[in-house]
């Protein structure tokens, strides 16, 4: 078998994949597309394109000889390029979220099942090594039957949402979306620990703007969403976010997981860090122990974004497409990990109050 043959919108977020997918003998970007014309040139010109594998037009992007297509463009954009891409008969790997609208979700999801492509969420969170030793230990049984488990990703991101230097009052795509809706870094590594389990309820606080006063903003700049969530098996979680609490970098992205028997946490201080953990019958106490997002026998040229998790998460569908296998995150665990933050936004705006989460059986 040649080498796949792969195409990528959205070249700045998928600047990651231009390196994995380009690097390698299995895989060779050979089209690229953007509607920035300069930011496409210097993507080109990094990876030696002839001006014939660039377009800014995406119908005519889908019409390149490429076998794999990656959707790194803004999350309103997913539904549209998604469908169209499966429809054309691609491998599909789309960045996080599976898209912005419930309706969006459930298009994704009837295409995907139809489509002749592979589908997969590039959720690459769940590839941070230290989610990846927690999975061995609790398969080993150490910390018993999770019942419970939270997460916080706190990530300052105003300049992201709106200038904040040259050009006053001009805004990003990313101002239209609530804080909440981006919680598939914190669900999807904990319902990967419990696999076989999804969410049924939701409910959220979390519906003012009071550190970011430009109304027009919102709902990007409501302060901090809180959800609660309940599972088909029982257990319950709790997720914070928040995309304008004033927070210096190293950003928080931090996971405690309750069984049992004990339980497993990593710290919100910094990357490479050391977490805790108690496992009954084998701790005599709570213990330190190292939470790396790195793995650490990845090759150096793995180490380039997210830790080492973009590197795997494409090795990953490289896998899928190459040998036939069905991705974990295929269409129906990326409608699992997107529809609750979508279902809790809709729960703070009501007041509170719970709602069912849509579930495709």
């Known amino acids: 078998m040649g080498k796949l043959k792969v195409g990528i919108v959205g070249v700045s977020r998928g600047s990651a994949y231009l390196r994995n997918y380009s690097a390698g003998d299995r895989s060779a970007v050979t089209a690229i597309c953007d509607l920035d014309e300069a930011r496409l040139a210097r993507a080109a010109e990094k990876l030696s394109l002839p001006d014939s594998a660039c377009y800014t037009d995406y119908d005519a992007f889908l019409g390149a000889d490429t076998d794999i297509v990656i959707v790194g463009t803004p999350i309103p954009l997913h539904e549209q390029q998604v469908v169209k891409a499966l429809e054309a008969g691609k491998h599909v790997l789309s960045e996080v979220t599976m898209a912005n609208t419930v309706e969006g979700c459930k298009h994704i999801w009837e295409t995907a099942k139809k489509s ?52 006053p009052g001009e805004s990003y795509w990313r101002k239209y979306r609530p804080p909440i809706h981006y919680c598939t870094h914190c669900l999807g590594p904990l319902m990967w620990l419990m696999d076989g389990d999804y969410v049924v309820k939701a409910t959220a606080s979390g519906n003012k703007a009071t550190i970011v006063e430009d109304q027009s903003l919102w709902p990007s700049t409501i302060d901090m969403q809180v959800a609660l969530f309940e599972t088909k098996q029982g257990r319950g979680i709790k997720i914070c976010r928040s995309q304008v609490t004033p927070r210096p970098e190293p950003h928080t992205v931090y996971y405690s997981v309750y069984g049992t028997k004990g339980f497993l946490e990593n710290t919100r201080h910094g990357k490479d860090v050391v977490g805790q953990r108690y496992f009954e019958g084998f701790d005599k106490h709570s213990m330190d122990f190292d939470c790396y997002q790195n793995e650490v026998d990845a ?60 579930h495709f059986d």
């Open 299 to 358: 090759p150096d040229s793995a180490k380039n974004s997210h830790g080492t998790s973009d590197f795997y998460i494409a090795q990953d569908f490289l896998d899928c497409v190459e040998f036939g296998n069905k991705p974990f995150l295929n269409e129906d665990r990326a409608f699992e990990l997107t529809m609750p933050g979508l279902i809790a936004h809709e729960a703070a705006i009501k007041g509170n109050v719970w709602l069912d989460v849509p």
């Open 116 to 167: 002749k492509g592979i589908y997969m969420m590039g959720e690459n969170y769940m590839y941070f090594h230290f989610i990846r030793e927690w999975k061995k230990y609790i398969e080993a049984g150490r910390i018993g039957n999770i019942h419970y488990a939270e997460a916080e990703y706190v990530h300052d991101i105003r300049e992201r949402l709106y200038d904040t230097g040259t050009r």
